[in-house]
Nanobody, 115 residues
């Protein structure tokens, strides 16, 4: 069983920045395939970014050049640095882990971009 705890969500003005964190349980974290997803009100959950155990990354077109996903295996933590935030980035952001054919989700953290 893998537990994921997100933090860092907040209210921020357009053009601002936030860093989300996701702390994961388990001694095999370095082998987890990690990702961030988001769900805006009335919309389906969508992929934001992923990072493999080897550090390869992938981003949704809507966030390329603005968001960066990283991981710190020593801290069992994955981060999402979000810059140049837009109102359309407003959503609940969820951390996701995939390991040994099982998928795990965090409880989500709210990001609101508004003036």
């Amino acid at each position: 069983q893998v537990q994921l705890v997100e933090s860092g969500g907040d209210l921020v003005q357009p053009g601002g920045s936030l860093r989300l964190s996701c702390a994961a349980s388990g001694s095999a974290f370095r082998n987890y395939f990690m990702g961030w997803y988001r769900q805006a009100p009335g919309k389906q959950r969508e992929l934001v970014a992923t990072i493999t155990s080897g550090g390869s990354t992938n981003y949704a077109d809507s966030v390329k050049g603005r968001f960066t996903i990283t991981r710190d295996n020593a801290k069992n933590t994955v981060y999402l640095q979000m810059n140049s935030l837009k109102p359309e980035d407003t959503a609940v952001y969820y951390c996701n882990a995939y390991y040994t054919r099982l998928e795990y989700w965090g409880q989500g953290t709210q990001v609101t971009v508004s003036s």
